[in-house]
């Protein structure tokens, strides 16, 4: 009796994940991918074409290409001090101390950055200082406002990835996703209620506070990126639709980095250093094998198989998107790794169930639940560097985080049943 296709794709599943922990990414999907093409009775011609069709599809080099120019344009911003400013920038804008604490690690959010937290755990724990917040909740929250864009901002490779495998617009994916961000701020302020995040009486006040100016100024290269990519690629989509968005913000990425460099007075040879960052073509190498992944489970219609088995056996699919991207994401705590891995099966699943009418339904349950697993991983780095900053306990912050994810899980049910009853 055959071994099931749905057993075989897990074990490659699980394979990849264990793998992630002694190889790099890219390395860990390659190696799954060549594994699941010869489960499913791919020759090892077939299997090379198919790879190499995935290496030179315009998607694969125009994401790979926007991936390094964003880790370009954080590399730079803080390399010339402008996330410095821009962070600066903002303080004494905002009254409310709750807000001060968290904008910080927000606005280092909006620019993806590996163990980013920690870069914006120096400015928490300065504001934080004699608010009544302890060493767990001020890692807590530097941690959890770090990723309430993740859902939806178009800069990180997870949601480009998503939007490219779903083949969906970009914009009608942000406005899809947009809703889960408010309900992960009011998730965060919740599990820290308790804590009394006064203005102590020794805490100096500022006399006055600065205009928006220097924060708007410092602002400018990502305003040029959302702003000018998303319109560049709307104007780019009857020449290239297949790769519209991509193009828009590779060229608004190329603007903005000029001008962060142009303005920093970058010379020459940092800027030929910040370009030729070894990272970046590991970057590229993770991406181009995660859409590698995803043309082998195409091609050796191990897809196709798994709907079919799963349609035969019952399986609700509400069960499905909410399961596997979770557990993909709690074991590689990477969101690139549950939306490459699992998105295609759910897809093809969605497909042969007849749902497509739901589709943004599932797309959004999926991605929510994934990202749920990603935030409670313990492999994440941004959790780890944080409580190593604050030197934080981590069953106290996990004690924060779980619920958090918890209240995100179940707004998200209910989000996903307002959307299927309208047919979304």
Request: hydrophobic share 60%.
């Amino acid at each position: 009796m055959p071994i099931p296709a749905t057993i075989r794709v897990l074990a490659v599943f699980a394979l990849i994940l264990v793998t992630i922990k002694r190889l790099s990414l890219g390395s860990s999907f390659a190696l799954g991918a060549a594994l699941l093409g010869l489960f499913f009775g791919m020759t090892p011609a077939d299997l090379v074409l198919s790879m190499a069709r995935a290496l030179v599809h315009p998607k694969t080099l125009a994401l790979s290409v926007v991936v390094s120019l964003i880790l370009i344009l954080s590399r730079s911003m803080e390399a010339t001090g402008r996330m410095d400013r821009l962070l600066e920038g903002f303080k004494g804008l905002v009254a409310s101390p709750f807000l001060n604490l968290a904008i910080f690690p927000a606005l280092i959010g909006l620019l993806p950055m590996p163990g980013g937290a920690v870069f914006s755990a120096p400015m928490v724990k300065n504001i934080g200082h004699n608010r009544g917040l302890n060493q767990d909740q001020l890692s807590f929250l530097n941690y959890w406002f770090r990723h309430i864009w993740e859902y939806w901002w178009p800069l990180y490779p997870g949601v480009l990835l998503a939007t490219t495998l779903a083949a969906r617009n970009l914009w009608s994916y942000v406005w899809l996703m947009l809703p889960l961000t408010p309900v992960a701020i009011a998730a965060g302020r919740f599990l820290i209620r308790r804590a009394d995040i006064t203005e102590h009486s020794r805490q100096p006040r500022q006399a006055s506070r600065p205009g928006p100016a220097p924060f708007v100024r410092e602002l400018a290269p990502i305003a040029i990126v959302i702003v000018g990519g998303l319109t560049a690629g709307f104007l780019l989509s009857p020449l290239a639709a297949g790769i519209a968005k991509e193009l828009g913000l590779i060229l608004a990425l190329v603007v903005a980095i000029g001008l962060v460099w142009h303005t920093g007075k970058l010379t020459g040879a940092r800027r030929l250093k910040m370009a030729a960052n070894k990272k970046l073509l590991g970057m590229y190498f993770m991406v181009s094998a995660v859409l590698i992944f995803q043309a082998i489970l195409q091609d050796s219609t191990a897809v196709n198989q798994i709907s079919a088995e799963l349609i035969r056996w019952h399986i609700p699919l509400v069960p499905v998107c909410i399961i596997l991207p979770m557990l993909v994401g709690v074991v590689s705590g990477i969101t690139i790794a549950f939306v490459g891995t699992t998105f295609p099966v759910i897809f093809a699943l969605l497909g042969a169930g007849g749902q497509q009418e739901h589709f943004n339904a599932f797309l959004m349950l999926a991605m929510t639940s994934g990202f749920a697993g990603v935030l409670v991983s313990p492999l994440h780095l941004c959790l780890l560097l944080s409580n190593a900053f604050f030197r934080a306990s981590h069953a106290a912050v996990f004690r924060l985080i779980v619920p958090a994810a918890a209240i995100l899980l179940a707004a998200a049910l209910v989000y996903f049943a307002i959307l299927y009853y309208i047919g979304s």
